[in-house]
Structure formats: structure tokens, C-alpha cells
Nanobody, 121 residues
Framework: QVQLVESGGGLVQPGGSLRLSCAAS????????MGWFRQTAGKEREFVAA????????RYIDSVKGRFTIGKDDAKSTLFLQMDNLKLEDTAVYFC??????????????WGQGTQVTVSS
């Protein structure tokens, strides 16, 4: 069973930055396309960003394009999400997971605990 552990969340003011990390067990990060999702209370979990296993093509939802950057370190089996120019609406619990593909971001494994990002003035 793949384990996913997210970290790096916190409280930040609008316009600020955070860098999220996701530690995945085994060779998950180098084998699968990987992605970030987020969820707010009472809403469905939302896909945010994805990166192909070959560390090439990426994909973002429109609301974070130009502000968020997804990356990974295969040697450390770690996925990252650099979040800049944060907005109030980015407040959510953020999760990572392996994906069926970048085009079809269907999560493949059980979810980790997530990491809370709160954007507030």
C-alpha cells in the first residue's frame, strides 16, 4: 500500500507564498503521474495540478495557472507544489496522489491526511 504524507501548509497573508511537499513511499513519484488536489469543507475534492512521471508535461486548473508550480524529486520520492501570490480562495486542505494520467487525473491510492493552507489577512 502506497503511503502519502503531505506537509508544508500554514497560515499566510494574501499575496504570500507556501511550498507544499508530498512524501510518497516506494518509487511512486518516479513511476506514476502525480497530482495535487484540494478540498474545502462541504465541497468535493478538486484537482489542482499534475505532472507526468517523466518530469515533463504539467497541467493546472485555470485558477492557479501562473501562480502555482508543480515539481518533483524522483530520488527523494517527493512531490512539491510551489504556491505564489496566494488568494483567499486558495484556502483548503491540500492532498497529493498518484494519477491515472495527467489528462485523466483519477487518484490511484488512498488519501493521506493532507495539509491545511489558510490564506487570511
Amino acid at each position: 500500500q502506497v503511503q502519502l504524507v503531505e506537509s508544508g501548509g500554514g497560515l499566510v497573508q494574501p499575496g504570500g507564498s507556501l511550498r507544499l511537499s508530498c512524501a510518497a513511499s516506494g518509487r511512486t513519484v518516479s513511476t506514476y503521474s502525480m497530482g495535487w488536489f484540494r478540498q474545502t469543507a462541504g465541497k468535493e475534492r478538486e484537482f489542482v495540478a499534475a505532472i507526468r512521471s517523466t518530469n515533463g508535461p504539467t497541467r493546472y486548473i485555470d485558477s492557479v495557472k501562473g501562480r502555482f508550480t508543480i515539481g518533483k524529486d524522483d530520488a527523494k520520492s517527493t512531490l512539491f507544489l510551489q504556491m505564489d501570490n496566494l488568494k483567499l480562495e486558495d484556502t483548503a486542505v491540500y492532498f497529493c496522489n498518484a494519477l491515472q494520467s495527467v489528462i485523466s487525473p483519477v487518484p490511484q491510492f488512498d488519501w493521506g491526511q493532507g495539509t491545511q493552507v489558510t490564506v487570511s489577512s
